[in-house]
């Protein structure tokens, strides 16, 4: 480690030791040889999870059974766990349900929002949103009566496509409020405002946002949202996403996957669909119940958890790890991809190079585990209840050291796994 990093790292440790969540990063498995820059992808396991998931299976299914949909209270997860969502994300109570994928929740809220605006064509989103948001959206459209998607980045200046008149008016705008790859956050508040302006509908994906900062979809005036909770909020892998919708719009919901788990009366086995009162109209089949299990495990740890104490920890880590790295970028040529302005990011930092996937890989085999997304963006997330900022001084010195000795050039040629 160069002397500079050497200062940065005595300056860190000072940090961590009046850190007021270092003690959250007990309630976590997590291995002291690794620096687990991925917590934006997977978040690591809830060290309660096992247990709360062994309960569940072993008393409320193996000995409860079926009684468990009333007695455990299973059929009002996605309620009850919802609004423990809702509480992470600004939302007041009975406007979240925990449900299907984020995919899935995207789909059923872009119909909705489109059969509230028949009258316009156009959904707007970025061309460098996440790819299932776009290939969802597209769907959407082709499903709603043939909506066309325009992409800032592609079509035009997000603003610009926003207030667009004429047949250019949009029916709804969807955004991804991190980017995935740049790490660019956009500010609800103003944008909500121009979205309503323009007369349209709005959908926030939170899938790089929730647990990540604090979100107020309330008080910025948002229509819908959706997003997915294994990543900063550690629900476990491919765990229950979520959705929500303002109060003002729960009457107009009519969305396209009408099960009956929606249905204003399921155990009434009605002839006829009619959906439910409230946000429980978004419901389609059963809750997988398991995974909403562990789920409820990583929001017990939430539950002790302030998002602007959390806030305030990331960018204190995002600063020191673009700082860090900054001292030897140039002589590598790392390209710094996120925001400097700290305001204007979410909780992760980028990195282009050249060379990206083989020293990503590099930094893997050497306990750094970031990921990389294509062209080339070295992505690395800051999880403020599990790293501690000496991490970020460690991770910044490995990579140091892997690009100084040319560590990644073994790993050079491929894209061996299936996930990068
Ligand atoms: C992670 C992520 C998703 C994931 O969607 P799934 O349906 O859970 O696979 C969707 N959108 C964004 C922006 C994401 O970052």
């Known amino acids: 480690m160069g002397a500079s990093l050497a200062d940065a790292r005595v300056a860190a440790a000072g940090r961590d030791a009046c850190d007021p969540l270092a003690a959250i990063r007990d309630a976590f498995l997590l291995d002291d040889r690794t620096i687990y820059l991925d917590g934006n992808s997977l978040g690591p396991l809830p060290r309660r999870a096992a247990a709360k998931v062994g309960a569940t299976i072993e008393q409320e299914w193996g000995r409860d059974l079926i009684a468990s949909w009333n007695t455990a209270e299973w059929f009002r997860k996605p309620w009850s766990v919802g609004d423990r969502i809702g509480r992470l994300v600004g939302a007041a109570p009975g406007q979240v349900v925990v449900c299907d994928s984020t995919s899935i929740n995207l789909f059923k809220a872009a119909c909705a929002a489109l059969r509230m605006r028949p009258d316009r064509e156009v959904i707007v989103s970025e061309a460098g949103n996440f790819p299932t948001d776009l290939y969802i959206l597209e769907s959407a459209g082709r499903w709603s009566g043939g909506r066309r998607l325009r992409l800032a980045g592609r079509d035009g200046?997000?603003?610009?496509?926003?207030?667009?008149?004429?047949?250019?008016?949009?029916?709804?705008?969807?955004?991804?409020?991190?980017?995935?790859?740049?790490?660019?956050?956009?500010?609800?508040?103003?944008?909500n405002q121009r979205i309503r302006a323009a007369g349209a509908l709005g959908i926030w994906d939170l899938s790089h946002s929730a647990g990540a900062f604090p979100v107020a979809l309330d008080a910025d005036g948002s229509d819908f949202a959706v997003g997915c909770t294994y990543k900063y909020l550690n629900g476990g892998?491919?765990?229950?996403?979520?959705?929500?919708?303002?109060?003002?719009?729960?009457?107009?919901?009519?969305?396209?996957?009408?099960?009956?788990?929606?249905?204003?009366?399921?155990?009434?086995?009605?002839?006829?669909?009619?959906?439910?009162?409230?946000?429980?109209?978004?419901?389609?089949?059963?809750?997988?119940?398991?995974?909403?299990?562990?789920?409820?495990?990583?929001?017990?740890?939430?539950?002790?958890?302030?998002?602007?104490?959390?806030?305030?920890?990331?960018?204190?880590?995002?600063?020191?790890?673009?700082?860090?790295?900054?001292?030897?970028?140039?002589?590598?040529?790392?390209?710094?991809?996120?925001?400097?302005?700290?305001?204007?990011?979410?909780?992760?930092?980028?990195?282009?190079?050249?060379?990206?996937?083989?020293?990503?890989?590099?930094?893997?085999?050497?306990?750094?585990?970031?990921?990389?997304?294509?062209?080339?963006?070295?992505?690395?997330?800051?999880?403020?209840?599990?790293?501690?900022?000496?991490?970020?001084?460690?991770?910044?010195?490995?990579?140091?050291?892997?690009?100084?000795?040319?560590?990644?050039?073994?790993?050079?040629?491929?894209?061996?796994?299936?996930?990068?």
């Open 157 to 191: 200046a997000l603003d610009e496509l926003i207030a667009a008149d004429g047949a250019d008016r949009p029916a709804l705008v969807c955004l991804t409020q991190v980017d995935f790859r740049s790490g660019l956050r956009h500010d609800m508040a103003a944008v």
């Open 237 to 420: 892998p491919g765990a229950p996403a979520f959705v929500y919708a303002a109060r003002r719009w729960h009457e107009a919901i009519d969305q396209p996957l009408a099960g009956w788990i929606g249905h204003a009366d399921p155990f009434a086995f009605e002839l006829g669909y009619r959906p439910a009162e409230g946000i429980g109209r978004f419901l389609c089949g059963t809750p997988g119940i398991v995974g909403i299990a562990a789920l409820e495990a990583a929001l017990d740890v939430w539950d002790r958890v302030d998002l602007a104490v959390v806030r305030t920890k990331s960018e204190a880590l995002t600063e020191a790890f673009i700082a860090a790295v900054g001292r030897f970028a140039d002589r590598h040529g790392l390209e710094l991809a996120t925001p400097s302005a700290v305001a204007a990011r979410g909780s992760q930092v980028s990195w282009r190079h050249p060379r990206g996937y083989a020293v990503m890989k590099a930094l893997i085999a050497d306990g750094v585990v970031g990921d990389f997304r294509a062209p080339d963006v070295m992505r690395f997330g800051f999880t403020p209840l599990t790293l501690r900022h000496v991490d970020v001084i460690d991770a910044a010195a490995r990579l140091e050291r892997i690009l100084d000795e040319e560590r990644w050039r073994p790993f050079e040629g491929g894209r061996g796994s299936a996930v990068t």
